[in-house]
């Protein structure tokens, strides 16, 4: 069992920051890829970035650029950095350890404009 859990999240202004924290309940990294989700009210959830356990990782074309996907091993924590928010962004943003049904709760973002 692995227990996620996100902070971080909160209301901005648009084109300012945010860094959003996913600490796991015990070292998962060197197996596993990690990825930041997020869904917006009527829409479908969709995959924002993903570190795989080699330490490559991947964003959605709307965040390229902007966001940062990045982990610390020590500490269990994969970080999302978001910068240039647009009111877009707005939206819950989950983690979830891939090929496993381990999510966390989410943490809301949004960006006024």
């Known amino acids: 069992q692995v227990q996620l859990v996100e902070s971080g999240g909160g209301l901005v202004q648009a084109g300012g920051s945010l860094r959003l924290s996913c600490a796991a309940s015990r070292s998962i990294f060197s197996l596993n890829a990690m990825g930041w989700y997020r869904q917006a009210p009527g829409k479908p959830r969709e995959l924002v970035a993903i570190?795989?356990?080699?330490?490559?990782?991947k964003y959605v074309d709307s965040v390229k650029g902007r966001f940062t996907i990045s982990r610390d091993n020590a500490k269990n924590t994969v970080y999302l950095q978001m910068n240039s928010l647009k009111p877009e962004d707005t939206a819950v943003y989950v983690c979830h350890l891939d090929a496993t049904n381990f999510w966390g709760q989410g943490t809301q973002v949004t960006v006024s404009s």
């Open positions: 570190i795989h356990s080699s330490g490559s990782t």
